[in-house]
Nanobody, 124 residues
Framework: QVQLVESGGGLVQAGGSLRLSCAAS????????MGWFRQAPGKEREFVAA????????YYADSVKGRFTISRDNAKNTVYLQMNSLKPEDTAVYYC?????????????????WGQGTQVTVSL
C-alpha cells in the first residue's frame, strides 16, 4: 500500500552534513506519521526522529537532538532528515518508516511500512 524509498546517504567526514530524503507512494501520506530509524552493525534498530502528519509535531532521540531536523513536504510526499554535526557514531543504515495512524512514536514496531534503507558513513 505504501512504498518508501530513501536516498541521500553517503560518506561524510565528522562534523559534516547530509540530508536524507524519503519518497512515499500511497494516498494517505498527509495523515501518516513518518519516522527515521537507524541500525548500526551489531546493534538494535534505534529511533532517530519522527514527525506527525496532522500537526507536524516532531520527536527526536536525545542522541540527535539539536543536530538533526526532521521535516516533511506533503505536496511532494517526501520526508527529510537534515543531519548536521555528524559524528562517527551516527554511522548506520538509516530507514524511513510510515505509521498509518497515531502520534509520533519512537517504537519501531508501531510503524507499518519501511523503506529499504540508505547507508550513512561518518569518517573520523
Amino acid at each position: 500500500q505504501v512504498q518508501l524509498v530513501e536516498s541521500g546517504g553517503g560518506l561524510v567526514q565528522a562534523g559534516g552534513s547530509l540530508r536524507l530524503s524519503c519518497a512515499a507512494s500511497g494516498r494517505t501520506f498527509s495523515t501518516n506519521t513518518m519516522g527515521w530509524f537507524r541500525q548500526a552493525p551489531g546493534k538494535e534498530r534505534e529511533f532517530v526522529a519522527a514527525i506527525s502528519g496532522r500537526h507536524y509535531s516532531t520527536y527526536y532521540a536525545d542522541s540527535v537532538k539539536g543536530r538533526f531536523t526532521i521535516s516533511r513536504d506533503n505536496a511532494k510526499n517526501t520526508v527529510y532528515l537534515q543531519m548536521n554535526s555528524l559524528k562517527p557514531e551516527d554511522t548506520a543504515v538509516y530507514y524511513c518508516a510510515a505509521r498509518d495512524s497515531g502520534t509520533a512514536s519512537g517504537v519501531a514496531r508501531m510503524y507499518d511500512y519501511w523503506g529499504q534503507g540508505t547507508q550513512v558513513t561518518v569518517s573520523l
